[in-house]
């Protein structure tokens, strides 16, 4: 859960759905505030209508009938009963339903608040009414009128709390919320996948490029906003591909125009007659010559256009080791990955043979191994050497980079069989990772997925 929050698909969609959410909750809030409003409104109207209809009748009753009249016509919500002996204090000034019902029954009428509210008054105002999401207390009109009517009667209106007030039984919404929850939560999925998608688009590609310079250029399809940056990065990538395949001609060119001085030079120093300084001559004329192969071989290793293909590891492994036997290097296998891989024959088998070579070259013997392991293959190359300083480990990558102490020029090289090594095996997916054994020799361990993420 915390990965998905912590990815852009997820602060989208938390943010979306929270959004949404608050939107609505307040959207509720607003039409329960208006819908209490309206139903307060409607409410007064109602006992507007309903005090000008029970005065009026009860004024067409005769005066000794009145009494039992109103046992009758009194209603929940508003009754009309006779003056106590001792008349009620008046409220300072009238209320506006008490202006509102004097202004309707005219000027044969006497109309004036009471100060005393009824009993059912307080009752109400303590319990909350609720609409939908919002939770408030009860504020409708609830008072004592004095009315005279026209003969001289005195009488008493009470305005009662309707009894619907506080709404006993409500309508269960929890199906109702649970489907609008799940509706908004799986559209702000959508919407969170459908923004976030072309960045992860373009983020494989970035990670395509990086293994592979040939991989096919982006879809220009989707929004404008995308289609520009589709577009934008496959110009670079073509631009990329452009100065690396022109990097590479220039190398080859060179290499190639190197090639014959050097032979001409060779052929000419086998002409001098002292051996000693024939010797010298012509170990420094091959140093020069295999620093130019591995140049050449350098730029190719970040530029191959070999196809790739599956292939058996355990196969490639027993065919170099095999070669190494053969000429005469002491190297030993042991292990079995079982498994295939899609990858580039010719560029593995030198990343293999790069760094057996390194090992037997400066420890005299390589020891392989391999095994599987979270479904990559991991090829192990142990050698008996001196080993490597911890600071110098990560550096030994570096081109042209040399240790100075048993890994020098006098164990001969050009530095750049490990940076070549480590090209091939990122191109791969894979990693080259140096250590020094516990019981001596440095450890080369490369790893290798079971299939090319970029492919």
């Known amino acids: 859960m915390r990965a998905f929050l912590g990815s852009m698909t997820g602060r989208v969609f938390a943010t979306l759905l929270l959004g949404i959410l608050l939107t609505a909750a307040l959207t509720q809030l607003l039409a329960d505030a208006e819908r209490a409003r309206v139903i307060d409104e409607f409410r007064d109207l109602h006992n507007l209508d309903r005090a000008e209809q029970l005065i009026m009748a009860t004024e067409i009753v005769p005066e000794s009938a009145r009494k039992a009249y109103l046992d009758v016509a009194n209603r929940p919500g508003m009754q009309l009963a006779d003056v106590d002996t001792h008349p009620a204090a008046l409220a300072p000034t009238n209320s506006e339903f008490t202006q509102a019902l004097a202004a309707r029954m005219g000027k044969g009428y006497l109309m004036r608040s009471l100060a005393a509210r009824p009993v059912a008054c307080s009752t109400a105002r303590e319990q909350p009414v609720v609409f939908g999401l919002l939770r408030m207390k009860w504020r409708g009109t609830c008072e004592s009128i004095a009315v005279r009517l026209r003969d001289g009667d005195d009488l008493v209106l009470s305005v009662l709390p309707p009894r619907s007030a506080t709404s006993p039984q409500r309508t269960d919404y929890t199906w109702t919320i649970s489907i609008f929850l799940v509706s908004v939560a799986f559209l702000a999925y959508l919407v969170a996948r459908m923004t976030t998608r072309p960045l992860k688009q373009l983020a494989q590609a970035a990670k395509d490029l990086g293994n592979d310079i040939n991989h096919p250029p982006l879809d220009l399809t989707g929004a404008d906003e995308i289609r520009q940056a589709s577009a934008a990065f496959n110009a670079m990538q073509a631009r990329i591909r452009q100065y690396i395949f022109q990097r590479t001609q220039m190398l080859a060119a060179i290499t190639h125009d190197l090639q014959t001085p050097l032979t001409r030079m060779r052929l000419r120093l086998e002409k001098v007659n002292e051996p000693e300084l024939q010797e010298r001559l012509i170990g420094d004329l091959s140093a020069m010559q295999a620093m130019v192969r591995e140049g050449l071989d350098l730029a190719r290793s970040m530029d191959t256009n070999e196809a790739m293909q599956m292939l058996d590891?355990?196969?490639?492994?027993?065919?170099?080791?095999?070669?190494?036997?053969?000429?005469?290097?002491?190297?030993?296998?042991?292990?079995?990955?079982?498994?295939?891989?899609?990858?580039r024959p010719m560029d593995l088998r030198r990343c293999l043979v790069n760094l057996i070579d390194n090992a037997v070259k400066y420890g005299h013997a390589a020891r392989v191994s391999v095994d599987r392991i979270n479904g990559a293959a991991r090829i192990r190359i142990r050698d008996a050497g001196p080993g490597i300083p911890g600071a110098e480990l990560a550096r030994v990558f570096d081109p042209f980079y040399r240790v100075e102490t048993s890994r020098s020029r006098e164990s001969g090289g050009t530095g750049l069989g490990l940076t070549i090594a480590r090209n091939i095996a990122e191109q791969h997916g894979g990693s080259i990772n140096l250590a020094n054994h516990p019981e001596g020799g440095l450890e080369a361990t490369l790893m290798l997925p079971e299939f090319y993420p970029g492919k």
């Open 313 to 343: 590891l355990d196969s490639l492994l027993d065919s170099v080791v095999a070669d190494a036997a053969e000429s005469c290097q002491r190297v030993t296998l042991t292990g079995h990955a079982g498994m295939a891989l899609l990858g």
